[in-house]
């Protein structure tokens, strides 16, 4: 598959097999997000463009790197998406926040906005999407749909599951748009969920039911 980017860190694996386990409680399953989603954002962010600056050091002026551009956008789709935002802000504590709302209409089956608030000057950003799971992927293409709109440098899109069927749909629609997950599960069943998958991400990271 191309543009996908399979996280297949031994730390992210055994994480992930953790958050997995139906017995694991949510202050477990929200701590293992939280570790799990500092150490993707390391590898999301790998590839983050540097410019050259004059730094003067106690002894002499060099030369120094420093992330280009103006500030990352994390965009979390709401509510789950919101569990990834503290572990990548461990890494990139300068990155401005974003949120989209989306619910799914009980009558055509497709995403409805109910909320979006992002930063100022998008079109000078880059944007790093998180919701754990990429299911049917109808979600993500609005998300993506509605922020190509901004004209941002750049979109990834960062869950932490996900399955044949919301990579194909994703990739269909918007194949510019990198895809990092920990895992790519079986399928998908006929409910939307991912199998075998770790149920309800907002469930279980809100303690919700
Ligand atoms: N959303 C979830 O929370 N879990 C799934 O398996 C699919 C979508």
Known sequence: MSNVHLISHPLVQHKLTLMRRKDASTSTFRTLLNELSNL????????????DIEVETPLETTTGKIIDGKKLVLVSILRAGNGFLDGFLNVVPGARVGHIGLYRDPETLSPVEYYFK?????????????DPMLATGNSAIAAVDRLKQLKPRSIKFVCLLTCPEGVAALQKIHPDVAIYTAAIDRQLNEHGYILPGLGDAGDRIFGTK
């Open 40 to 51: 993707m954002a390391y590898e999301v962010t790998r590839d983050m463009p540097l410019q």
């Open 118 to 130: 992002m930063p100022q000057e998008m079109q000078e950003r880059d944007i790093v999407i998180v």
